[in-house]
């Protein structure tokens, strides 16, 4: 046989072309071929899959033929033995009687490896490293950051992989057995996702105007609906792709209250026109679901329609479905699993943001609630979009939504998030949300603080892209950071329904704040200029600016006068009264108003109704709340306008401790303090105030107990006595208390010096 020239033929020991392999051999110092097989066959790619569980090496390998090369895609395995790979090969392919063909075939083809192609096939979502430098995967590719267009660095100092917590793509290829000591970098990087992944597809913008558009059309969404919802909702989604959350978000509510809807608007920030065939039904295993979220990173995924039925059998198993996913997304780990031989199998590790949908929550341990942000959708959450004679809002962003106008705002995000990615990261963990922690689990307040912060790096995008400006970015801040407050006090809330004193205390200071109920101040000036500790909004008051008309003398020779407008701010009182201030420490409750009106907040965060009059006014007296009360009774009577009523006297520092102690977010000077000073500041203040309030309550006590005749002069020298002077100096002076100088009694004391020696 004569010799060939390939392209493909780059090692002198093998020759292939249409008609055959052959191995060149050398005999007598002259070459002959042997013929291996009836058509040539080459290695051009080596392939590996990353997957969540390890890498996958796959081989292309290009059967020659006088028509058409046939390229046909095979796992390293299908190359060890010739069963296997006859299996794989195209009709017709066959080798010769030739002794130990394949393993010579297969020698040849390990031969091609060294100059073989190299592609990385990414088969999950979500960011990953790449060259060092954090690229985000969808089912249409890899995205980079464009850095002509992004005044970034990126971050490549030695273990970025570490820092950022992101799989190296680069690592998992070069592990691979078969490229050991191989330098040769990757040629190409695609990405191969399961079919339900397959609509996860992220839409490029065409301009800018049009991410600017894009990005406005996203914030004017979340006002479509109740903003308790759609804050924490949304701004779930922008923190899912930062970095994959350790919580679930529970969509609950009766049938028709669009919560599917709004959970397919929330998909569609990934999925142009998201359907409910891209929806994980809640009859699959726990197990397919955790597998699912394992390949979902930095993606969301849609858990619809929970639904536990009566039945104690088909409950408890729903349940506990639910109950392994929500602990699972939650601890980062599905359960260990082994193989038959006992040795542990790889878990898989839940990523992305799991939604779950139903008409009740399950039923299980409060360590369950704390794993979730539950949103409760009902009639009134979209009422404002859907009713009246305007069109119907929901529908004009579901139609965007279609047209993948949401996908823009996410790839856009995404390649301005690539540069700044570790930054972003960090700032994910701030805490922020309160000045002082309130008593609520850890879980409950770090996903809050991840929202809220989530929220602040999206709108500081939407500014740089000249989406919004300042001014609705705070407007978005502020009321985001409302929303997550309530959702803290309603956790805490459910959290204390064995505590009914606490949940007074919380119910009534929501319904004071909200505007549903008012505590009567008699003297409302007198009141403001004694510089209160509780502010006059925390007792249903709410202030408003009203013109008022004064003649002013008219200019130099004119007759006629100038009407000017001058504003004064009045203190209005909101919604029903449920006491009356009795002093600056003692407030005055009217028990069947005040137990309305925490039974209906009661109601609305779903937690257990106050105990009834009789047996709560033995709980306040219990746990000392009550200040005065009526021998034999719990009660003190009051007059309201003319009219004698039994209220409860109770210490306003016992109803207001938790509102002064939970320490709300101060949006006015945030922008302009540091993260320490804020934390100091708000620390200091908070507890300034309430050992205040405490001062004032023990002094008050004090004062009536000690002698009436006494001036305050001397109650205050009887409290604080002046410290003896001497020569220790200031900085150690101590107080020290000297027995007064009286005689002593006959028959005690010290007998005189005489007497002894008497």
């Not at 464009?146 to 970025?160: I, K």
């Not at 991840?450 to 000249?466: E, P, R, T």
């Amino acid at each position: 046989m004569t010799n060939k020239t390939s392209k493909m033929n780059q090692n002198p020991r093998w020759f292939r072309d249409e008609d055959g392999t052959y191995e060149t051999r050398w005999k007598g110092g002259k070459s002959y071929d042997v013929t291996i097989a009836n058509r040539g066959v080459c290695l051009v790619r080596v392939i590996i899959k990353v997957k969540p569980r390890g890498s996958e090496v796959w081989c292309l390998l290009r059967f020659l033929s006088k028509s058409k090369p046939i390229e046909v895609r095979v796992k390293l395995e299908s190359l060890v033995d010739e069963r296997s790979f006859l299996l794989i090969a195209p009709l017709g392919f066959a080798l010769t009687a030739l002794p130990k063909a394949f393993i010579l075939l297969r020698e040849c083809l390990m031969d091609d490896v060294a100059t073989a192609e190299r592609e990385a096939v990414v088969t999950e979502l979500g960011w990953m490293l790449l060259d060092g430098q954090p690229v985000y995967a969808d089912a249409g590719g890899i995205i980079r950051s464009d850095l002509s267009t992004h005044d970034a660095v990126w971050m490549d100092e030695p273990g970025a992989a570490q820092t950022l917590g992101l799989k190296d793509i680069n690592a998992a290829c070069s592990d691979v057995p078969i490229l050991a000591n191989n330098t040769q970098g990757l040629d190409y990087v695609s990405v191969e996702v399961s079919q339900q992944l397959k609509r996860y597809r992220l839409k490029p913008a065409r301009s800018k105007k049009q991410i600017k558009k894009a990005i406005r059309r996203f914030l004017d969404m979340l006002l479509v609906g109740d903003p308790g919802v759609m804050y924490p909702a949304f701004f779930s989604v922008i923190a899912a792709m930062i970095r994959d959350p350790k919580f679930v978000v529970f969509l609950y509510g009766p049938t028709g209250s669009l919560k599917t809807e709004l959970s397919k608007l929330m998909l569609s920030a990934w999925i142009e026109g998201a359907k409910e065939s891209d929806c994980v039904s809640f009859n699959s295993t726990s197990n397919g679901i955790q597998a699912r979220l394992a390949d979902c990173g930095n993606v969301g995924i849609v858990v619809d329609d929970y639904l536990q039925h009566s039945t104690s059998r088909r409950g408890g198993v729903e349940a506990k479905r639910a109950d392994d996913v929500i602990r699972a997304v939650g601890n980062g780990a599905s359960r260990d699993r082994c193989y038959s031989d006992n040795s542990l199998r790889p878990r898989d590790e839940p990523r992305g943001l799991c939604i779950f949908t139903g008409e009740q929550m399950p039923d299980g341990l409060d360590s369950m609630r704390y794993r979730t942000i539950s949103l409760s959708v009902d009639a009134e959450t979209f009422e404002h979009a859907t009713a009246g004679p305007r069109p119907n809002r929901l529908d004009y962003f579901q139609k965007l939504a279609a047209d993948g106008v949401f996908t823009q705002v996410t790839h856009a995000f995404v390649m301005w998030l690539a540069p700044r990615l570790a930054t972003c990261r960090e700032e994910l963990d701030e805490r922020r949300l309160f000045e002082k922690e309130p008593p609520v689990h850890r879980r409950v307040l770090d996903a809050a603080n991840v929202i809220q912060s989530a929220a602040n790096i999206f709108l500081n995008f939407a500014m740089q892209h000249d989406a919004c400006t300042t001014e609705e970015a705070d407007d978005h801040f502020h009321d985001c950071s409302e929303a997550l407050i309530s959702h803290v006090r309603k956790v805490h809330l459910q959290s204390i329904e064995d505590k009914p004193t606490m949940a007074f205390a919380e119910h009534l200071s929501d319904a004071l704040l909200s505007g549903r109920a008012h505590i009567q101040i008699d003297d409302i000036n007198e009141y403001l200029e004694s510089n209160p500790l509780v502010p006059i909004e925390n007792l249903g008051y709410s202030a408003q600016r009203v013109p008022t008309v004064s003649k002013l003398p008219a200019v130099e020779d004119s007759s006629d006068s100038l009407d000017e407008d001058i504003y004064k701010t009045v203190y209005r009182c909101n919604g029903t009264k449920i006491g009356c201030l009795h002093n600056e420490e003692i407030v005055d409750l009217i028990p069947d108003e005040a137990l309305t009106v925490a039974n209906a907040l009661a109601r609305g965060s779903n937690s257990s109704p106050m105990p009834p009059k009789k047996s709560f006014g033995r709980l306040l007296k219990n746990d000392g709340w009550v200040a005065a009360h009526e021998r034999g009774r719990n009660t003190q009577k009051a007059r309201f306008g003319g009219i004698q009523k039994d209220v409860w006297r109770v210490h306003l520092l016992c109803l207001f401790e938790q509102v002064l102690d939970w320490g709300q977010f101060d949006f006015g000077t945030y922008s302009s303090m540091k993260a320490d000073e804020r934390r100091l500041e708000c620390q200091k203040r908070r507890k300034a105030n309430l050992r205040a309030l405490k001062d004032r309550i023990v002094s008050s006590q004090i004062d009536s107990i000690l002698n009436p005749l006494l001036s305050p002069d001397e109650k205050q020298a009887l409290l604080k006595p002046t410290p003896p002077l001497g020569d220790v100096p200031n900085e150690v002076r101590q107080l020290r208390v000297t027995p007064p100088d009286v005689p002593d009694l006959p028959g005690q004391g010290n007998p005189p010096k005489d007497d002894l020696l008497a």
